[in-house]
Protein backbone atom coordinates (compact mmCIF):
# COMPACT_ATOMS: atom_id res chain seq x y z
CA UNK A 1 0.00 0.00 0.00
CA UNK A 2 1.44 3.35 -1.21
CA UNK A 3 1.55 6.18 1.83
CA UNK A 4 -0.72 8.81 0.76
CA UNK A 5 0.41 12.02 -1.12
CA UNK A 6 2.58 14.22 0.56
CA UNK A 7 3.67 11.80 2.91
CA UNK A 8 7.06 12.53 4.77
CA UNK A 9 8.59 9.44 6.89
CA UNK A 10 9.12 10.82 10.72
CA UNK A 11 12.75 9.76 10.01
CA UNK A 12 12.90 12.09 7.21
CA UNK A 13 11.25 14.92 9.33
CA UNK A 14 13.79 14.47 11.86
CA UNK A 15 16.85 14.30 9.33
CA UNK A 16 15.62 17.59 7.70
CA UNK A 17 15.19 19.66 11.02
CA UNK A 18 18.98 17.96 11.80
CA UNK A 19 20.23 18.92 8.94
CA UNK A 20 18.14 22.58 9.30
CA UNK A 21 19.19 23.10 13.19
CA UNK A 22 23.33 22.27 11.69
CA UNK A 23 23.04 25.07 9.05
CA UNK A 24 22.00 27.56 11.14
CA UNK A 25 24.13 26.69 14.31
CA UNK A 26 27.39 27.01 12.34
CA UNK A 27 26.29 30.14 10.22
CA UNK A 28 25.50 31.39 14.03
CA UNK A 29 28.78 30.48 15.23
CA UNK A 30 30.50 32.14 12.10
CA UNK A 31 28.34 35.49 12.98
CA UNK A 32 29.74 35.75 16.27
CA UNK A 33 33.14 34.70 14.69
CA UNK A 34 33.13 37.91 12.82
CA UNK A 35 31.80 39.93 15.50
CA UNK A 36 34.48 38.25 17.74
CA UNK A 37 36.98 39.41 15.21
CA UNK A 38 35.76 43.24 15.12
CA UNK A 39 35.57 43.52 19.02
CA UNK A 40 38.87 42.41 18.71
CA UNK A 41 40.06 44.99 16.30
CA UNK A 42 37.97 48.08 17.99
CA UNK A 43 39.54 47.10 20.88
CA UNK A 44 42.94 46.50 20.13
CA UNK A 45 44.16 49.53 22.24
CA UNK A 46 41.88 49.20 25.16
CA UNK A 47 43.45 49.52 28.40
CA UNK A 48 42.68 45.73 30.92
CA UNK A 49 40.56 47.94 33.18
CA UNK A 50 37.71 47.95 30.40
CA UNK A 51 38.54 44.45 28.72
CA UNK A 52 37.38 42.78 32.39
CA UNK A 53 34.26 44.86 32.02
CA UNK A 54 33.97 43.75 28.52
CA UNK A 55 34.19 40.08 29.31
CA UNK A 56 31.84 40.20 32.37
CA UNK A 57 29.50 42.37 29.87
CA UNK A 58 30.28 39.20 27.49
CA UNK A 59 28.92 36.69 29.85
CA UNK A 60 25.84 39.01 30.83
CA UNK A 61 24.93 38.28 27.48
CA UNK A 62 25.25 34.49 28.00
CA UNK A 63 22.97 34.66 30.89
CA UNK A 64 20.34 36.81 29.21
CA UNK A 65 20.45 34.25 26.27
CA UNK A 66 19.28 31.81 28.59
CA UNK A 67 16.03 33.26 29.29
CA UNK A 68 15.52 34.96 26.11
CA UNK A 69 15.78 31.62 24.18
CA UNK A 70 12.14 30.78 25.27
CA UNK A 71 10.84 34.08 23.93
CA UNK A 72 12.35 35.73 21.27
CA UNK A 73 14.73 34.10 18.99
CA UNK A 74 15.65 37.89 17.75
CA UNK A 75 16.40 38.73 21.33
CA UNK A 76 18.68 35.79 21.61
CA UNK A 77 20.25 36.69 18.24
CA UNK A 78 20.94 40.05 19.25
CA UNK A 79 22.40 38.86 22.70
CA UNK A 80 24.46 36.32 20.63
CA UNK A 81 25.58 39.44 18.72
CA UNK A 82 26.68 41.27 21.69
CA UNK A 83 28.00 38.58 23.52
CA UNK A 84 30.39 37.93 20.23
CA UNK A 85 31.41 42.19 19.89
CA UNK A 86 31.93 42.29 23.72
CA UNK A 87 33.98 38.77 24.13
CA UNK A 88 36.62 40.66 21.27
CA UNK A 89 37.16 43.60 22.99
CA UNK A 90 37.63 41.63 26.40
CA UNK A 91 40.47 39.24 24.19
CA UNK A 92 41.75 42.24 22.24
CA UNK A 93 44.55 43.08 24.76
CA UNK A 94 45.70 39.48 24.60
CA UNK A 95 45.94 39.38 20.51
CA UNK A 96 47.24 42.69 20.26
CA UNK A 97 50.46 41.51 22.62
CA UNK A 98 50.60 38.47 20.71
CA UNK A 99 50.07 40.65 17.07
CA UNK A 100 53.29 42.81 18.50
CA UNK A 101 55.51 40.26 20.37
CA UNK A 102 55.19 37.10 18.17
CA UNK A 103 52.35 37.02 15.36
CA UNK A 104 53.55 33.67 13.93
CA UNK A 105 51.84 31.92 16.68
CA UNK A 106 48.33 33.54 16.39
CA UNK A 107 48.10 31.77 12.89
CA UNK A 108 49.66 28.39 14.03
CA UNK A 109 47.45 28.53 16.89
CA UNK A 110 44.59 29.08 14.19
CA UNK A 111 45.23 26.47 12.33
CA UNK A 112 45.89 24.05 15.15
CA UNK A 113 42.63 24.87 16.49
CA UNK A 114 40.58 24.49 13.34
CA UNK A 115 42.16 20.70 13.02
CA UNK A 116 41.20 20.24 16.78
CA UNK A 117 37.58 21.67 16.29
CA UNK A 118 37.47 19.79 13.14
CA UNK A 119 38.37 16.24 14.35
CA UNK A 120 36.81 16.35 17.88
CA UNK A 121 33.34 17.86 16.73
CA UNK A 122 32.92 15.69 13.95
CA UNK A 123 33.66 12.79 15.80
CA UNK A 124 30.87 13.86 18.44
CA UNK A 125 28.51 14.24 15.94
CA UNK A 126 28.82 10.57 14.61
CA UNK A 127 29.03 9.10 17.32
CA UNK A 128 26.17 6.60 18.68
CA UNK A 129 27.24 6.39 21.56
CA UNK A 130 26.19 9.17 24.81
CA UNK A 131 28.40 11.30 25.92
CA UNK A 132 26.83 11.98 28.90
CA UNK A 133 28.79 10.86 31.24
CA UNK A 134 31.96 12.49 29.39
CA UNK A 135 29.46 15.70 29.73
CA UNK A 136 29.71 15.53 33.55
CA UNK A 137 33.27 14.41 33.95
CA UNK A 138 34.64 17.37 32.19
CA UNK A 139 32.34 19.92 33.46
CA UNK A 140 33.81 18.78 36.90
CA UNK A 141 37.46 18.69 35.44
CA UNK A 142 36.66 22.37 34.35
CA UNK A 143 35.90 23.35 37.84
CA UNK A 144 39.38 21.98 38.84
CA UNK A 145 41.11 23.66 35.61
CA UNK A 146 39.48 26.97 37.01
CA UNK A 147 40.27 26.16 40.58
CA UNK A 148 44.27 24.65 39.06
CA UNK A 149 44.49 28.66 37.26
CA UNK A 150 43.63 30.12 40.54
CA UNK A 151 46.42 28.56 42.30
CA UNK A 152 48.83 29.34 39.76
CA UNK A 153 48.43 33.04 40.44
CA UNK A 154 49.46 32.70 43.85
CA UNK A 155 52.01 29.78 43.57
CA UNK A 156 55.03 29.44 41.53
CA UNK A 157 54.83 26.08 39.85
CA UNK A 158 57.49 24.44 37.23
CA UNK A 159 55.67 24.33 33.58
CA UNK A 160 52.65 25.28 35.39
CA UNK A 161 51.14 27.38 32.46
CA UNK A 162 51.84 24.67 30.09
CA UNK A 163 50.20 21.61 32.19
CA UNK A 164 47.34 24.40 32.72
CA UNK A 165 47.16 24.31 29.44
CA UNK A 166 47.24 21.01 28.28
CA UNK A 167 44.70 20.22 30.91
CA UNK A 168 42.57 22.81 29.21
CA UNK A 169 42.54 21.05 25.54
CA UNK A 170 41.68 17.54 26.90
CA UNK A 171 38.72 18.96 29.24
CA UNK A 172 37.73 21.05 26.10
CA UNK A 173 38.44 17.91 23.40
CA UNK A 174 35.71 16.13 25.89
CA UNK A 175 33.17 19.51 26.00
CA UNK A 176 33.61 19.90 21.99
CA UNK A 177 32.45 16.54 21.57
CA UNK A 178 29.42 16.85 23.85
CA UNK A 179 28.64 19.95 21.86
CA UNK A 180 28.58 18.43 18.58
CA UNK A 181 25.85 15.66 19.72
CA UNK A 182 24.04 17.86 21.30
CA UNK A 183 23.81 19.34 17.93
CA UNK A 184 22.60 16.20 16.31
CA UNK A 185 20.51 15.04 18.75
CA UNK A 186 18.92 18.84 19.35
CA UNK A 187 15.69 19.19 17.41
CA UNK A 188 14.50 22.37 18.58
CA UNK A 189 15.70 25.28 15.66
CA UNK A 190 15.37 27.56 18.72
CA UNK A 191 18.72 26.35 20.47
CA UNK A 192 20.66 27.32 17.66
CA UNK A 193 21.65 30.25 19.56
CA UNK A 194 22.64 28.90 22.34
CA UNK A 195 24.23 25.91 20.58
CA UNK A 196 26.05 28.41 19.06
CA UNK A 197 27.87 30.19 21.63
CA UNK A 198 28.71 26.85 23.65
CA UNK A 199 31.02 26.05 20.12
CA UNK A 200 32.08 29.41 19.58
CA UNK A 201 33.12 29.31 23.37
CA UNK A 202 34.67 25.54 22.94
CA UNK A 203 36.97 27.10 19.80
CA UNK A 204 37.97 30.56 21.32
CA UNK A 205 39.23 28.83 24.84
CA UNK A 206 41.31 25.94 22.85
CA UNK A 207 42.34 28.68 20.53
CA UNK A 208 43.86 30.33 23.84
CA UNK A 209 45.37 27.21 24.97
CA UNK A 210 46.93 26.48 21.88
CA UNK A 211 48.25 30.13 21.66
CA UNK A 212 49.96 29.81 25.13
CA UNK A 213 51.84 26.55 24.30
CA UNK A 214 52.67 27.91 20.76
CA UNK A 215 54.23 31.04 22.02
CA UNK A 216 56.00 28.75 24.67
CA UNK A 217 57.65 26.53 21.95
CA UNK A 218 59.14 29.74 20.00
CA UNK A 219 60.54 31.44 22.85
Given at each position: ???????????????????????????????????????????????????????????????????????????????????GVLIGLAIAPTLSYYAATDPQALWQAGGATA?????????GYATRRDLTVVARISFWALVGLIIFGIVLIF?????????????????????????????????????????????????????????????????
Amino acid sequence: MNPPYGYQSPVVISRDRTHTLFAQTMGYVALTAGLFALGAYLGRNLTGGVAIISYLASFGCLIGMQFAVRRSTQLTVGLLCGFGVLIGLAIAPTLSYYAATDPQALWQAGGATALFIAGFGAAGYATRRDLTVVARISFWALVGLIIFGIVLIFVNIPNGALIYSVLGLVIFAGLTMVDFQRLRRTKDVRSAPLLAASIFLDILNVFLFFLQIVSRSSR
